[in-house]
């Protein structure tokens, strides 16, 4: 019997010593339980990067004979590209008498690509013994046109849908309907605009605009061009001279009948002026 109740007494003190030690550990899993909580509460603000679209204009001075070279090798880097990623807008050059003058390159590079462009096209112009004279990047911020374009875009399509349902259903009267109708013709046009317009502000995000301007150097003067300069010359003076002789002449044979009557009627107030004189 007295073992029976020690051991009933040392089960007792056993469950009480357990009930004391894992008494501590309820907060501490708790607190576990609530740190789950506040981290899913903690979410990255998420920021919305502006639309840009950029525009570069670089300007090169070049040596009169590399000048056509170095455009069409700037043509040639963008045909390599491909047209998903450049594509030719303009190119013009002023080659007069043999002599490179000055030159318009204008191109549509996909943003991503043109910085790479331009860096290839400044190296390409210090390897033709060039050098840059100015460079110009502007990025306009299209976000704003973007996001009021697209918001007119869901008016008109809302606006476009109510108004078919009901021409469809034929509700209403029948000048409603008629006034249903034109609304959705003009409905239908502004949607369309503003389709094309959100095509045009996303191809300019997508697509840089590159302008180059090629400048030439001023060549060394020779006996050869100072003689053909000299001769031009010549030639300008003689030109002038004729032309001046031609308008001389033309205006002496309109002005001639004229002063033939007149100097006939001075001739003949003259006469008799004198006529009357003793008189």
């Given amino acids: 019997m007295r073992k029976v109740l020690a051991l009933g007494c040392a089960a007792l003190l056993a469950g009480c010593s357990s009930n004391e030690e894992g008494s501590p550990a309820a907060p501490r899993e708790d607190v576990a339980a609530g740190e789950p909580s506040a981290k899913q509460g903690a979410e990255p603000l998420k920021?919305?990067?502006?639309?840009?679209?950029?525009?570069?204009?670089?300007?090169?001075?070049?040596?009169?004979?590399?000048?056509?070279?170095?455009?069409?090798a700037h043509r040639a880097l963008c045909d390599r590209l491909g047209p998903a990623r450049c594509q030719l807008a303009a190119l013009t050059r002023d080659d007069a008498e043999g002599r490179a003058g000055s030159a318009v390159l204008k191109l549509r590079v996909a943003a991503a690509d043109a910085p790479y462009f331009t860096g290839e096209a400044g190296r390409q112009v210090t390897a033709a013994g060039g050098r840059a004279l100015n460079t110009n990047v502007v990025g306009d911020d299209v976000s704003k046109e973007l996001i009021d374009t697209s918001a007119r875009i869901r008016q008109r399509e809302l606006l476009v849908a109510r108004l078919t349902e009901m021409l469809r259903t034929r509700k209403g009267s029948v000048g409603e309907l008629v006034e249903a109708e034109r609304n959705v013709t003009a409905a239908q046009e502004e949607l369309d605009k503003a389709r094309a317009w959100q095509r045009e502000l996303q191809g300019r995000v997508t697509m840089a605009e590159v302008e180059i301007h090629y400048q030439p150097?001023?060549?060394?003067?020779?006996?050869?061009?100072?003689?053909?300069?000299?001769?031009?010359?010549?030639?300008?003076?003689?030109?002038?001279?004729?032309?001046?002789?031609?308008?001389?002449?033309?205006?002496?044979?309109?002005l001639l009948p004229w002063g033939m009557v007149f100097g006939a009627g001075i001739a003949v107030a003259t006469l008799l002026r004198r006529h009357n004189r003793p008189v």
């Avoid at 920021?47 to 070279?69: C, I, K, N």
């Fill in 47 to 72: 920021v919305a990067l502006p639309q840009l679209a950029y525009r570069y204009t670089l300007s090169f001075l070049l040596p009169d004979g590399r000048l056509a070279e170095t455009q069409e």
């Fill in 217 to 254: 150097l001023a060549a060394p003067a020779s006996g050869t061009s100072v003689g053909a300069a000299l001769g031009e010359a010549v030639q300008g003076s003689a030109s002038t001279f004729v032309w001046g002789m031609q308008l001389l002449l033309s205006l002496a044979i309109y």
